[in-house]
């Protein structure tokens, strides 16, 4: 049995990357969401939520025990040195468990593709067989983020707390432009998913 393959995929915020891993999880990918991994991170009875609410006080503690993450987020997507706190308390368990999900889906001769927004802002890049980054204008990111119901501060900053999609681009294996049609979006991502099966099955 060839050994599986693990696949980073990143991206600017609003770029596609959960539409990517919807189409590839239907084809056949094992995945794993980043943000997903944080979210169980600061569920009630979750790891981190009792140095978060130590960190950035009792204010962050939803009603059920857990972070409120819409609260947390106003706190630390305007301040840097915030951000950086909850990414040294966050990041190394999202790592842990990110790291052993990625070894079990090697041993299993598979094919994983990971979500991870903040891949090259974490130094994360050593533990993936390739990146692929999604990447759309700023002026479609605003343009999407404004539809979620972020105000033009919110979403400035939000983007601001990440790398700038061209310099993600400029370090991926592969880019996936999404600045078009979701039909043009899933044609784009198709190539690249038979693309990485071919490897896949060559062992490569």
């Known amino acids: 049995m060839n050994p599986g393959r693990c696949i980073a995929?990143?991206?600017g915020i609003a770029c596609g990357k959960s539409a990517v891993?919807?189409?590839w999880r239907q084809w056949g990918a094992e995945t794993l969401d980043a943000d997903d991994v944080v979210h169980r991170l600061l569920a009630p009875d979750g790891a981190c939520v009792q140095a978060v609410a130590e960190a950035f006080g009792p204010e962050v503690l939803a009603a059920d025990g857990g972070i409120d993450r819409t609260r947390l987020g106003?706190?630390?997507?305007?301040?840097?040195?915030a951000r950086q706190r909850l990414e040294a308390l966050v990041h190394p368990a999202v790592i842990r468990q990110m790291r052993d999900?990625?070894?079990e889906v090697r041993r299993a001769g598979r094919l994983g593709v990971a979500v991870i927004p903040l891949l090259f802002e974490a130094g994360l890049t050593e533990d993936w067989d390739e990146i692929i980054c999604v990447a759309s204008s700023d002026a479609t990111m605003r343009k999407r983020l404004?539809?979620?119901g972020l105000t033009p501060e919110e979403a400035q900053a939000r983007i601001a707390s990440q790398w700038p999609v061209h310099e993600k681009c400029a370090r991926a294996d592969h880019v996936i432009?999404?600045?078009d049609s979701l039909a043009e979006l899933e044609t784009r991502c198709r190539a690249v998913w038979n693309d990485m099966n071919d490897r896949l099955e060559?062992?490569?």
């Open 146 to 148: 404004a539809q979620r």
């Open 21 to 23: 891993a919807h189409w």
């Open 9 to 11: 995929l990143t991206g």
């Open 177 to 179: 432009d999404n600045n």
């Open 74 to 81: 106003r706190i630390v997507f305007g301040d840097p040195a």
């Open 202 to 204: 060559q062992g490569d």
């Open 101 to 103: 999900w990625a070894a």
